[in-house]
């Protein structure tokens, strides 16, 4: 009986690249949203930021569920696990920058924009990781 060797390593599963992909753009639309709210004060740009941190949650919650079940199907887990751990830290500071934003758009501003910066960059962090080799838990 022989058994077939695998010689590349597929990448993440279309629905999770899909979710995946969601989520840097939504949260940097919210950081560039509160960069336009700090520099005009008009409401409907802590609006916006409010709305795209929402949607990135939901984006962000469906890939961190789709992460999890390939955590226990990868063959090495370290990496795979340094990619779970990240879009988890994403996920809860991106919860705390949503409540942040929850409250009055004067009372939200400096915490809520520094929030909006970190969350995107770990959010691109996680997205380069997750598209990556690395990510997927395959060989380098």
């Known amino acids: 009986m022989t058994t077939a060797q695998r010689t590349h390593t597929s990448g993440i599963h279309p629905l999770h690249a899909l979710l995946l992909s969601g989520v840097f753009p939504l949260f940097l639309g919210a950081a560039v949203s509160d960069y336009a ?5 008009h409401i409907q740009w802590s609006t916006f930021a409010s709305w795209m941190i929402a949607g990135a949650l939901v984006f962000n919650g469906f890939a ?3 992460a999890l079940v390939g955590l226990f199907r990868a063959e090495r887990r370290g ?10 830290a994403t996920w809860i500071l991106g919860f ?11 009372a939200a501003m400096p915490t809520g924009f520094v929030l909006s910066i970190i969350v995107a960059v770990l959010a691109c962090v996680a997205t380069l990781l997750g598209f990556s080799r690395l990510g997927t838990g395959g060989r380098s």
Request: proline fraction near 3%; hydrophobic fraction near 60%; charge should be neutral.
């Open 37 to 41: 709210y700090t520099a005009s004060y």
């Open 64 to 66: 961190l569920v789709c």
């Open 79 to 88: 990496p795979y696990l340094a990619y779970f751990l990240l879009l988890l």
């Open 96 to 106: 705390i920058n949503a409540l942040i934003h929850a409250r009055d758009a004067w």
